[in-house]
Every structure is written in C-alpha cells, then in structure tokens.
C-alpha cells in the first residue's frame, strides 16, 4: 500500500508563490504517473500537472502553464509543485495523487485513473 503525504500549503499573498512537497512511503515501478490536483468548495477536482516516473516527463494544464512547475527526487520518494504568481482563485485543497498508468496526452488530467491519493493540503491565496 502507497501512502503519500502533502505538505507546504498555507497562506500566500497574490502573487506569491508556495512549494508543495509530496512525500510518498514509496513509488514502486508500477506507479509511472505522479500528479496533482486541487478541489476549492464546490467545484469538481482539477488536475494541475503530471510527471511521468518512468522518464521524467512533465505534463500541465493550460491554467498553470508558465506558472507551476512539478519535480521529482527520486532519492526523497518526493515530488514538488512549485507554485509562482499565485490568485486567489486558486484557494483550494491540493492533493498529490499516484497511478499504475503511463501519462500521456491527456490521459493524467483525469482523477479515477489514480490509485493512491493523499490528505491534500490547503492552499490560501489571499491579502
């Protein structure tokens, strides 16, 4: 069994930025897509980014291009988001999330094809 932990959330001023961390007890050779997401009340879950274990490929959603980048140590079992530029819009709970399934396209945007989620951490962006 996978348990990853999220850490790093907070509260951010507009325009901010934050790194969350993503701590897992271990990504096996299976679990090719790491990714994150974020649910803010109300609204359906939404994925932000994706890195593919296998290779180190990295995929994104169009509303955090240019602005989140996701990383990997494979050594610390941790993957990062560093958020930049951050709205207050994007106040939500992000969750790290894990998938026995190569990313690709858009295939990692969707949330059923993770197996391993963890507590999410609450991001606040606000003055």
């Known amino acids: 069994q996978v348990q990853t932990v999220e850490s790093g959330g907070g509260l951010v001023q507009p325009g901010g930025s934050l790194r969350l961390s993503c701590a897992a007890s271990?990504?096996?050779?299976?679990?090719?897509?790491i990714a994150w997401f974020r649910q803010a009340p109300g609204k359906e879950r939404e994925g932000l980014s994706c890195i593919s274990s296998n290779d180190g490929i990295t995929y994104y959603a169009d509303s955090v291009k240019g602005r989140f980048t996701i990383s990997r140590d494979n050594a610390k079992n941790t993957v990062y988001l560093q958020m930049n530029s951050l709205k207050p819009e994007e106040t939500a709970v992000y969750y790290c999330?894990?998938?026995?399934?190569?990313?690709?396209?858009?295939?990692?945007?969707?949330?059923?094809?993770?197996?391993?989620w963890g507590q999410g951490t609450q991001v606040t962006v606000s003055s």
């Open positions: 999330a894990a998938g026995g399934f190569y990313p690709g396209g858009s295939n990692w945007y969707h949330s059923g094809r993770y197996n391993y």
């Open positions: 271990q990504f096996t050779r299976n679990l090719y897509a």
